[in-house]
């Protein structure tokens, strides 16, 4: 396990396999669509399971595996099979719309996948065409019912909460109630420029306080006859991130929160990422990268752990509330 400059212990690593997408996310990309780096830009599978070796050898024994959609990446099962057979690697997890899920979630869990994030922003099926630009939620939710089939443990839905959007939080928290599905709420993060590029006009006002949102949420259930979400106290599902987690009374599953930006998690950031072409990024909110395309190519492992330790040691404190980046949440990886 290796130690930044800040004395935080970092062994997770998040890895875009590609930033290609089956969906156009409001927040995450333009309807066109982004420029896609070329194929051969791209690391190889190959090249991404040396460097999970190499990772591993520094300490990493977490590994999340992103997008754009992972899914829609040829080979990603093979993949998965020989990141979770990689000696110091103990757990392989995923992000994913949950769209392709029905047809490989039983070969992904088969390869060794052991649990999967699934990311849905409302319950509404017109709301979900509009936030996704083309959608179907029902796929979402067939993704959904398959993960829980085939045995991924935990399943967690992870929804941006928008002010302007006005979903149905209390809907949401409920998926919790009836099966094991661990419901997260994300502060929007304005990551990007999607906002000013695509006319959404959203603000840091659309980004609702967890705090307020908790009130929201209490508000809403009491009235529903359900009563209030209290702390879990030490029942958290199985995870590597900084969500805070609650729980109606007698709900199979958890509420959590996750805070970036109005209760920020910085001083217990525990990860790097690497975007698909192959560039560390330190930290979500800057625009810091490290690139170890040309080495890991080269075969100069040295190289590459150099430029990892460089990257790990280049962790800021903290992002200090910086809003926008230069490269959209697609391009970066989720």
């Given at each position: 396990?290796?130690l930044d400059q800040h004395g935080r212990s970092i062994d997770y690593?998040?890895?875009?396999?590609?930033?290609?997408?089956?969906?156009?996310?409001?927040?995450?990309?333009?309807?066109?669509?982004?420029?896609?780096?070329?194929?051969?830009?791209?690391?190889?599978?190959?090249?991404?399971?040396?460097?999970?070796?190499?990772?591993?050898?520094?300490?990493?024994?977490?590994?999340?595996?992103?997008?754009?959609?992972?899914?829609?990446?040829?080979?990603?099962?093979?993949?998965?099979?020989?990141?979770?057979?990689?000696?110091?690697?103990?757990?392989?997890?995923?992000?994913?719309?949950?769209?392709?899920?029905?047809?490989?979630?039983?070969?992904?869990?088969?390869?060794?996948?052991?649990?999967?994030?699934?990311?849905?922003?409302?319950?509404?099926?017109?709301?979900?065409?509009?936030?996704?630009?083309?959608?179907?939620?029902?796929?979402?939710?067939?993704?959904?019912?398959?993960?829980?089939?085939?045995?991924?443990?935990?399943?967690?839905?992870?929804?941006?909460?928008?002010?302007?959007?006005?979903?149905?939080?209390?809907?949401?928290?409920?998926?919790?109630?009836?099966?094991?599905?661990?419901?997260?709420?994300?502060?929007?993060?304005?990551?990007?420029?999607?906002?000013?590029?695509?006319?959404?006009?959203?603000?840091?006002?659309?980004?609702?306080?967890?705090?307020?949102?908790?009130?929201?949420?209490?508000?809403?259930?009491?009235?529903?006859?359900?009563?209030?979400?209290?702390?879990?106290?030490?029942?958290?599902?199985?995870?590597?991130?900084?969500?805070?987690?609650?729980?109606?009374?007698?709900?199979?599953?958890?509420?959590?929160?996750?805070?970036?930006?109005?209760?920020?998690?910085?001083?217990?950031?525990?990860?790097?990422?690497?975007?698909?072409?192959?560039?560390?990024?330190?930290?979500?909110?800057?625009?810091?990268?490290?690139?170890?395309?040309?080495?890991?190519?080269?075969?100069?492992?040295?190289?590459?752990?150099?430029?990892?330790?460089?990257?790990?040691?280049?962790?800021?404190?903290?992002?200090?509330?910086?809003?926008?980046?230069?490269?959209?949440?697609?391009?970066?990886?989720?």
């Amino acid at each position: 396990m290796g130690l930044d400059q800040h004395g935080r212990s970092i062994d997770y690593l998040r890895i875009s396999i590609t930033d290609r997408c089956n969906l156009r996310c409001l927040y995450c990309m333009p309807e066109e669509g982004v420029a896609w780096q070329p194929h051969d830009a791209m690391l190889s599978l190959e090249e991404i399971q040396h460097f999970v070796q190499l990772a591993a050898a520094e300490g990493f024994s977490r590994i999340r595996l992103t997008g754009g959609e992972p899914l829609v990446r040829l080979g990603v099962t093979d993949l998965v099979r020989n990141i979770s057979n990689t000696p110091g690697i103990e757990r392989v997890a995923m992000t994913t719309n949950g769209i392709l899920l029905p047809d490989m979630a039983a070969a992904l869990r088969e390869a060794g996948l052991s649990r999967v994030n699934i990311s849905l922003d409302t319950l509404d099926p017109e709301q979900f065409t509009y936030i996704t630009r083309w959608g179907r939620i029902e796929d979402v939710f067939a993704g959904i019912d398959t993960a829980l089939i085939v045995g991924f443990d935990p399943v967690k839905i992870n929804a941006v909460v928008v002010r302007s959007l006005n979903q149905d939080l209390l809907a949401f928290a409920k998926l919790s109630l009836a099966r094991p599905l661990h419901v997260r709420f994300i502060e929007y993060m304005p990551v990007g420029d999607v906002c000013g590029s695509d006319g959404l006009g959203w603000t840091a006002a659309d980004t609702i306080p967890n705090e307020e949102l908790i009130q929201l949420i209490n508000d809403h259930a009491r009235a529903d006859g359900i009563g209030e979400l209290k702390p879990i106290g030490g029942q958290e599902p199985e995870g590597w991130g900084p969500a805070r987690y609650y729980t109606f009374e007698g709900a199979q599953g958890t509420v959590g929160f996750i805070s970036a930006i109005s209760r920020h998690f910085c001083a217990e950031c525990n990860r790097l990422r690497m975007t698909a072409e192959g560039t560390l990024r330190p930290c979500l909110f800057s625009d810091l990268e490290f690139s170890i395309a040309a080495p890991l190519r080269a075969g100069d492992d040295v190289a590459v752990r150099r430029i990892l330790r460089e990257a790990l040691d280049s962790k800021p404190d903290e992002h200090h509330n910086r809003v926008g980046t230069e490269r959209l949440m697609s391009q970066i990886g989720g």
